[in-house]
């Protein structure tokens, strides 16, 4: 016996990679809805060997279903979450609506599991930010061993967290260099994205950092403690899948690289490449299509007196939203709804 599981959002990047990895993994479906708007409806998506019509969203009755899947952005969902919740069927939602609710459990499943009984308090799951996702993968098994004080995270981030048109903006900029007369100004981005990085993701706040390194401190605190400070800047940068981020890790205790290396090999979700050699360290064409978080470069910061850097890549399109959403479901599954 398994769920009725809706996706909705279907038709977008992160609900086509929903549909994806809800087969891929084997989610045990009984029934699945592929709800989209009504600019959407009859569009048919892939899930697994088999062809869905998408449903309209504004009509669809949640009475029965047991988890929702959503992939749409925080208005859609201040609109049909509640809707959903309302009808019993667990929300998990990639938006950031719900992230910084108090009531409402912010969940990585490799790092903070516990939490998935929350989901009682409002029938919403929150799942992460792309960036914070990978990351608090890489700090929990850290922060078990020696306690993190301080995070200072640099992203270089690509355009596939920012949608489809950013995408087609990287591309036909690209093109654009090549063909004389076909030059393409920017429309997603304020700058030129082809070639070019941009220190600026979501908007600016008074206290000079943007929208995106505010949520990475806000998340992370969430999800793995509070006590710990948390920097971060953001660069949205030429590549159309797998967020980057270079990691520098302060700890109470002293954490030999030696040590903190083996730590990571053993963590779940965590794939260690690290080489000192030309190529023995992971970038982000190589992570794309991957379920793991990639780790590389693992070093002692002889800075300060207890300091790592590292390297830290994964698909966001996958650990940073969908592959990270289906995995709280079956987490939800296995731990509360318990019915395959």
Known sequence: MGYKVAVVGATGNVGREMLNILAERQFPVDELAALASRRSLGTEVSFGDTTVTTKD????????????????????????????????CVVIDNSSLYRYDPEIPLIVPEVNPQAVHGYKNKMIIANPNCSTAQMVVALKPLHDRARIKRVVVSTYQSVSGSGKDAIDELWNQTKGMYVPGQEVEPSVYPKQIAFNVIPHIDVFMDSGDTKEEWKMIA???KIVDPSS????????????????????????????????RDILREAPG?????????GGYVTPVECVGDYATFISRIRQDVTVENGLNLWC?????????????????ELLGREVLKKG
Do not use: M
């Open 270 to 278: 965590i794939l260690v490449v690290d080489k000192r050699e030309a």
């Open 229 to 260: 400070k948390v920097t971060a800047t953001c660069v949205r940068v030429p590549v159309f899948v797998g967020h980057s981020e270079s990691i520098n890790i302060e700890t109470e205790e002293f954490l030999d690289e030696d040590e903190a």
């Open 57 to 88: 969203l504004d009509t669809f009755d949640f009475a029965g279903w047991d988890i929702a899947l959503f992939a749409v952005g925080s208005e859609a969902t201040k609109t049909y979450a509640p809707k959903a919740a309302a009808a019993g």
């Open 313 to 329: 890549v994964s698909d966001n399109l996958r650990k940073g939203a969908a592959l990270n959403a289906v995995q709280i479901a």
């Open 219 to 221: 998340e992370t605190k």
